[in-house]
């Protein structure tokens, strides 16, 4: 959008020693994007006022004439044609060449059929005065060799502002609007528009009807006779040509003017066009024809918006006016129209249409609704202006659907310096915000700010956006760069967080386990797979199928999948998922803070599956993984052989399993028979976890081959437990002594109870590890060896070997008394 810095010296006054670009960047920093600052006086310098001393015939031209141009300093050979129509005495505009005119003429010293030309007569359309091919004269008091552009004011700048950045802001699609900001900024006064009082007649009955509410929301019309259709004058015409809108006729031209002014479009239709003085706003029919200002005609849909007389369309609404309706040179009676039309659907049609003009840009930006009254009193004013036989002949018709409701918010002065950074005196607050037309009420430290009704639609609507006006306005560079102060205060521990970190570090980087990650959902053949209880699983009223109908009641739903997928591509794999289970309870999430009732529980669970195809003895992997897991948390635990409710795992642990259960093992009795049999992993007092092995049916089912074990823990539990108890030790000064013992004994007879007999035997035993059990037949069905190391060390000295292996002996002895053990 182009912008005349003539054009808003109108409204505001501008010191005239401001420099139009430090203008474009105060304009930049704080309300549009100036990509441009053009001088359109820079191509004028060469082009003065000339009198015409002499015309003859070009010898070798019939349609070409020589005159001689009188400039002061000098006289000027000059080769016009027919157009210029000069005469002898004639006061004209002439450029001196060597230069280039505003239209990218090059005027250059040249010979012409033989005749040497040393600059051009020229036209108005030349010096963008105005779009029209004529020559102007000037008063014979003009002084010869005046730069024209002083005599025609058209020393002007032009602001080239980018429409992207005005799209939000409607109000300044017209002078006025920039106005307003440019008077803010500088800290002036806007002018008010000149208006009159528009007195009524009823000469005329003009009937406006809506039946596109949807689209229409508010139709103003009047009638003004005694128009007389002529040239605009030259003010007017050099406004509109300097901002790259061509001139056509005094009415045209008006309603051009104001929606360059105001940015508010309107249209005038000549009135012996409307048949029978009807106005009615409807939408298209299905291909309907109708053919537009520019000549072209086109097809248009139901969904958009055309205004009509009684008979036929007039007006592609919002648009482009109708060739059937224009004003012409024998129009003597226009009908004014200002409507308000629906943003969307001016963008929709204009966009279908391939057709962008001037103002369905304005109006698909969302329009002050309360611009009519005001556009029509400035464009009676003009034409009466203009024309001074103009007069109202009809009573203002306006039938308005609109429903506006003014906004009102309360701005906190504590909240605009906060985010300002900077104090800014309330009176100085105050006088920005009205100086951009918001009403100001105080309230102790609190302003009630009311937007004006042109910022309303799309722009203003929370305290933030308050802010950003008081900002702009006052400048950006006006406040000082400064770091925000930061308490450096460290961020509250997040306990889950920092055990799952450790557990996932542990799996991934230190036992090499593979994590995946599943959906929360989970389907009726997986729960049936498993068998659970439908009734425990929540179900999803907007499934996206059947295999994600329920949300997961357990972390193995998801894993046997993983397992059934990877089993085609890979032998044996060790995997783990870490994420919430659901259950159909009450949980201890509330729905918000304000309602009593609660999410369903969700706990949050770590589990995993280990396969091998040979059928390698997975079990004793998966509880090493477990140990792992809850040795490296620091957690007290044990497990316990016991009868199992879960239907997926294998009957009874087996005797190969028992043997290695390790430390923390305690048996119980009521371990027998049953649906299947797993570890209970126990921490407190409480079970957590358990693991074992998955039976063949499930296996059978899933059509895999090889043997697989689960695993799962109560990842909250988990958190609950943990400890982080390591403290720094120095190394040993003393060497210990490291003794192998090898003994057969019944399978009955724990690992667990070996190495507590054995820790307990002296407080120089530090360490007891089992590295080996041994079955073989000549042992006997009932018995089995076990191997294991014993670390003997002194904090105080060095051990000697007799004393070692007395204690070796004390061990072996006690072992063979209590156990009936066999030394191997």
Same mark, same amino acid.
């Given at each position: 959008?182009?912008?005349?810095?003539?054009?808003?010296?109108?409204?505001?006054?501008?010191?005239?020693?401001?420099?139009?670009?430090?203008?474009?960047?105060?304009?930049?920093?704080?309300?549009?994007?100036?990509?441009?600052?053009?001088?359109?006086?820079?191509?004028?310098?060469?082009?003065?006022?000339?009198?015409?001393?002499?015309?003859?015939?070009?010898?070798?031209?019939?349609?070409?004439?020589?005159?001689?141009?009188?400039?002061?300093?000098?006289?000027?050979?000059?080769?016009?044609?027919?157009?210029?129509?000069?005469?002898?005495?004639?006061?004209?505009?002439?450029?001196?060449?060597?230069?280039?005119?505003?239209?990218?003429?090059?005027?250059?010293?040249?010979?012409?059929?033989?005749?040497?030309?040393?600059?051009?007569?020229?036209?108005?359309?030349?010096?963008?005065?105005?779009?029209?091919?004529?020559?102007?004269?000037?008063?014979?008091?003009?002084?010869?060799?005046?730069? &024209?552009?002083? @005599?025609?004011?058209?020393?002007? =700048?032009?602001?080239?502002?980018?429409?992207?950045?005005?799209?939000?802001?409607?109000? +300044?699609?017209?002078?006025?609007?920039?106005?307003?900001?440019?008077?803010?900024?500088?800290?002036?006064?806007?002018?008010?528009?000149?208006?009159?009082?528009?007195?009524?007649?009823?000469?005329?009955?003009?009937? =406006?009807?809506?039946?596109?509410?949807?689209?229409?929301?508010?139709?103003?019309?009047?009638?003004?006779?005694?128009?007389?259709?002529?040239?605009?004058?030259?003010?007017?015409?050099?406004?509109?040509?300097?901002?790259?809108?061509?001139?056509?006729?005094?009415? &045209?031209?008006?309603?051009?003017?104001?929606?360059?002014?105001?940015?508010?479009?309107?249209?005038?239709?000549?009135?012996?066009?409307?048949?029978?003085?009807?106005?009615?706003?409807?939408?298209?029919?299905?291909?309907?024809?109708?053919?537009?200002?520019?000549?072209?005609?086109?097809?248009?849909?139901?969904?958009?918006?055309?205004?009509?007389?009684?008979?036929?369309?007039?007006?592609?609404?919002?648009?482009?006016?109708?060739?059937?309706?224009?004003?012409?040179?024998?129009?003597?009676?226009? =009908? +004014?129209?200002?409507?308000?039309?629906?943003?969307?659907?001016?963008?929709?049609?204009?966009?279908?249409?391939?057709?962008?003009?001037?103002?369905?840009?304005?109006?698909?930006?969302?329009?002050?609704?309360?611009?009519?009254?005001?556009?029509?009193?400035?464009?009676?004013?003009?034409?009466?202006?203009?024309?001074?036989?103009?007069?109202?002949?009809?009573?203002?018709?306006?039938?308005?659907?609109?429903?506006?409701?003014?906004?009102? @918010?309360?701005?906190?002065?504590?909240?605009?310096?906060?985010? =300002?950074?900077?104090?800014?005196?309330?009176?100085?607050?105050?006088?920005?915000?009205?100086?951009?037309?918001?009403?100001?009420?105080?309230?102790?430290?609190?302003?009630?700010?009311?937007?004006?009704?042109?910022?309303?639609?799309?722009?203003?609507?929370?305290?933030?956006?308050?802010?950003?006006?008081?900002?702009?306005?006052?400048?950006?560079?006006?406040?000082?760069?400064?770091?925000?102060?930061?308490?450096?205060?460290?961020?509250?521990?997040?306990?889950?967080?920092?055990?799952?970190?450790?557990?996932?570090?542990?799996?991934?980087?230190?036992?090499?386990?593979?994590?995946?990650?599943?959906?929360?959902?989970?389907?009726?053949?997986?729960?049936?797979?498993?068998?659970?209880?439908?009734?425990?699983?929540?179900?999803?009223?907007?499934?996206?199928?059947?295999?994600?109908?329920?949300?997961?009641?357990?972390?193995?739903?998801?894993?046997?999948?993983?397992?059934?997928?990877?089993?085609?591509?890979?032998?044996?794999?060790? @995997?783990?998922?870490?994420?919430?289970?659901?259950?159909?309870?009450?949980?201890?999430?509330?729905?918000? *803070?304000?309602?009593?009732?609660?999410?369903?529980?969700?706990?949050?669970?770590?589990?995993?599956? &280990?396969?091998?195809?040979?059928?390698?003895?997975?079990?004793?992997?998966?509880?090493?993984?477990?140990?792992?897991?809850?040795? *490296?948390?620091?957690?007290?635990?044990?497990?316990?052989?016991?009868?199992?409710?879960?239907?997926?795992?294998?009957?009874?642990?087996?005797?190969?399993?028992?043997?290695?259960?390790?430390?923390?093992?305690?048996?119980?009795?009521?371990?027998?028979?049953?649906?299947?049999?797993?570890?209970?992993?126990?921490?407190?007092?409480?079970?957590?976890?358990? +693991?074992?092995?998955?039976?063949?049916?499930?296996?059978?089912?899933?059509?895999?081959?090889?043997?697989?074990?689960?695993?799962?823990? *109560?990842?909250?539990?988990? &958190?609950?437990?943990?400890?982080?108890?390591?403290?720094?030790?120095?190394?040993?000064?003393?060497?210990?002594?490291?003794?192998?013992?090898?003994?057969?004994?019944?399978?009955?007879?724990?690992?667990?109870?070996?190495?507590?007999?054995?820790?307990?035997?002296?407080?120089?035993?530090?360490?007891?590890?089992?590295?080996?059990?041994?079955?073989?037949?000549?042992?006997?069905?009932?018995?089995?060896?076990?191997?294991?190391?014993?670390?003997?060390?002194?904090?105080?000295?060095?051990?000697?070997?007799?004393?070692?292996?007395?204690?070796?002996?004390?061990?072996? *002895?006690?072992?063979?008394?209590?156990?009936?053990?066999?030394?191997?």
């Amino acid at each position: 959008m182009k912008i005349s810095l003539n054009w808003l010296k109108q409204y505001v006054d501008i010191p005239a020693d401001l420099d139009p670009k430090e203008l474009a960047l105060k304009l930049s920093l704080s309300t549009v994007e100036v990509e441009a600052v053009v001088d359109l006086g820079n191509c004028l310098q060469d082009v003065v006022v000339g009198r015409v001393a002499k015309i003859t015939k070009h010898p070798s031209a019939d349609k070409l004439s020589v005159a001689e141009i009188d400039i002061k300093k000098q006289k000027l050979q000059v080769v016009f044609g027919q157009m210029a129509n000069v005469e002898e005495g004639d006061l004209v505009p002439v450029a001196i060449a060597p230069t280039t005119l505003p239209s990218g003429a090059l005027v250059e010293t040249k010979m012409i059929r033989g005749i040497q030309s040393q600059g051009m007569l020229c036209l108005d359309s030349e010096l963008m005065a105005e779009g029209q091919e004529v020559l102007t004269r000037f008063p014979k008091e003009t002084t010869i060799g005046s730069l &024209v552009k002083d @005599i025609l004011s058209l020393d002007d =700048i032009i602001f080239d502002i980018d429409n992207k950045s005005i799209t939000h802001r409607p109000d +300044l699609w017209g002078h006025y609007g920039l106005a307003r900001e440019v008077a803010s900024l500088l800290n002036k006064k806007l002018k008010d528009l000149k208006t009159e009082k528009i007195s009524q007649d009823n000469q005329v009955d003009l009937k =406006i009807t809506i039946e596109d509410k949807d689209n229409c929301s508010r139709y103003l019309g009047l009638v003004l006779g005694g128009i007389s259709i002529e040239p605009s004058p030259f003010w007017l015409r050099r406004l509109l040509t300097s901002v790259g809108v061509r001139p056509v006729n005094n009415v &045209v031209d008006i309603t051009n003017y104001v929606m360059l002014e105001l940015g508010r479009p309107s249209h005038a239709f000549d009135r012996k066009a409307i048949i029978g003085d009807a106005i009615i706003v409807r939408r298209a029919h299905s291909n309907e024809k109708f053919i537009g200002l520019d000549g072209v005609a086109r097809r248009l849909s139901v969904a958009m918006c055309l205004v009509c007389d009684s008979e036929r369309p007039v007006d592609l609404a919002g648009i482009i006016g109708g060739q059937n309706s224009q004003i012409n040179e024998s129009t003597s009676e226009i =009908i +004014l129209e200002l409507a308000n039309f629906n943003p969307t659907s001016i963008r929709k049609t204009a966009n279908q249409l391939g057709l962008r003009t001037e103002a369905a840009a304005r109006f698909e930006k969302s329009l002050d609704p309360t611009l009519v009254e005001l556009g029509l009193m400035r464009l009676v004013t003009l034409i009466k202006e203009l024309i001074p036989a103009a007069k109202v002949i009809s009573k203002i018709v306006d039938v308005n659907y609109e429903t506006l409701e003014p906004r009102t @918010i309360e701005l906190p002065l504590d909240f605009l310096h906060k985010k =300002i950074g900077l104090a800014i005196p309330k009176k100085e607050v105050i006088n920005i915000l009205e100086s951009l037309s918001f009403v100001v009420q105080e309230k102790k430290d609190n302003l009630i700010v009311t937007p004006p009704s042109f910022r309303v639609a799309k722009d203003i609507a929370s305290p933030e956006d308050l802010v950003e006006e008081v900002a702009r306005i006052y400048g950006y560079s006006n406040i000082a760069q400064a770091m925000p102060t930061v308490p450096m205060t460290p961020p509250a521990i997040n306990e889950e967080l920092a055990v799952e970190r450790r557990v996932k570090n542990l799996l991934t980087k230190g036992l090499g386990v593979t994590e995946v990650a599943n959906h929360s959902f989970t389907s009726l053949k997986k729960i049936n797979l498993l068998g659970l209880k439908i009734e425990d699983h929540l179900e999803l009223l907007n499934s996206f199928s059947e295999e994600q109908q329920y949300l997961r009641g357990n972390l193995l739903e998801n894993l046997l999948q993983n397992l059934s997928d990877n089993v085609r591509f890979y032998d044996r794999f060790n @995997i783990f998922e870490i994420g919430r289970v659901y259950a159909n309870q009450t949980g201890h999430y509330r729905f918000n *803070n304000k309602r009593q009732e609660f999410l369903p529980k969700q706990d949050k669970y770590l589990a995993g599956l &280990v396969y091998n195809k040979e059928k390698a003895e997975v079990f004793y992997r998966v509880k090493g993984l477990v140990e792992a897991i809850l040795e *490296n948390l620091e957690i007290s635990y044990e497990f316990t052989c016991s009868q199992s409710s879960l239907p997926w795992l294998a009957f009874g642990p087996g005797a190969h399993q028992t043997e290695a259960l390790g430390p923390r093992h305690r048996r119980d009795s009521s371990a027998r028979g049953g649906r299947g049999a797993f570890l209970e992993v126990r921490a407190g007092q409480q079970a957590i976890g358990y +693991l074992g092995l998955l039976n063949q049916r499930l296996l059978d089912e899933l059509s895999i081959n090889g043997q697989a074990a689960v695993w799962e823990l *109560n990842f909250n539990e988990l &958190v609950k437990y943990t400890q982080d108890k390591k403290q720094y030790q120095t190394l040993p000064k003393y060497p210990g002594i490291i003794y192998d013992i090898a003994l057969a004994l019944p399978k009955t007879v724990l690992w667990e109870e070996i190495k507590k007999e054995v820790s307990e035997t002296s407080p120089l035993v530090k360490k007891v590890e089992l590295f080996d059990v041994y079955e073989m037949k000549s042992f006997g069905p009932d018995q089995k060896s076990l191997a294991f190391h014993v670390y003997f060390q002194s904090p105080e000295r060095t051990l000697v070997a007799a004393e070692a292996e007395g204690l070796r002996q004390k061990i072996v *002895n006690l072992l063979i008394k209590k156990y009936k053990a066999v030394v191997r």
